[in-house]
């Protein structure tokens, strides 16, 4: 697990992080990220996912409010959209917590890494799915040959000649 400190970020008091998006792993497509600098390796981010993904914000949905309430400045402009299109050599500036963080684009080899990444992960994603589809379907078959063992007891017990008792028809 990396936290902040391994990356070189400095947590200040007065941002709203809460201590469990500190902790927590930062995000895939997050390869460098320090209190100047944040590297993206798609044309653009929006600046709601930008939030979440700097771990300003722990949740997406919570940079409505976010924004609502707090200074932000794109490019020196101040903005309030989440859905702001951020994109290579843009700042945002956070001026009510002294933040500054410069958007760069990924270079070849940090794009190279991070394909690698996805292949191994989809490569594992699609083992596990094959493993569960496996696990499901030898389990339907138990449940279909022990339903089938009790259709059977059924059938045989109902099959069984009743005695008949002398005066019945």
């Not at 200040?12 to 469990?20: A, G, K, N, V």
């Not at 949740?59 to 702001?84: I, P, S």
Request: proline share 4%; hydrophobic share 35%; charged share 30%.
């Amino acid at each position: 697990m990396r936290c902040c400190a391994e990356l070189g970020i400095t947590i200040h008091r007065t941002i709203p992080i809460l201590y469990s998006s500190i902790l927590s792993i930062i995000p895939k497509n997050v390869v460098k990220l320090d209190m100047n600098n944040y590297t993206i390796y798609d044309e653009f981010i929006t600046l709601g996912k930008f939030l979440k993904e700097a771990a300003i914000i722990e949740t997406g949905g919570a940079a409505k409010q976010f924004l609502a309430t707090n200074d932000v400045l794109y490019n020196g402009e101040y903005e309030n959209r989440r859905g702001k299109k951020l994109y290579a050599g843009d700042t945002v500036e956070f001026p009510g917590f002294g933040l500054k963080i410069d958007i760069l684009a990924a270079t070849p080899e940090e794009i190279a890494e991070r394909e690698s990444e996805r292949a191994e992960e989809d490569r594992v994603k699609a083992i596990v799915k094959k493993m569960n589809a496996d696990n499901k379907k030898a389990d339907s078959q138990k449940k279909a040959a022990s339903n089938n063992k009790e259709q059977y007891f059924k059938r045989t017990i109902a099959k069984k000649a009743k005695p008949k008792f002398p005066g019945a028809k």
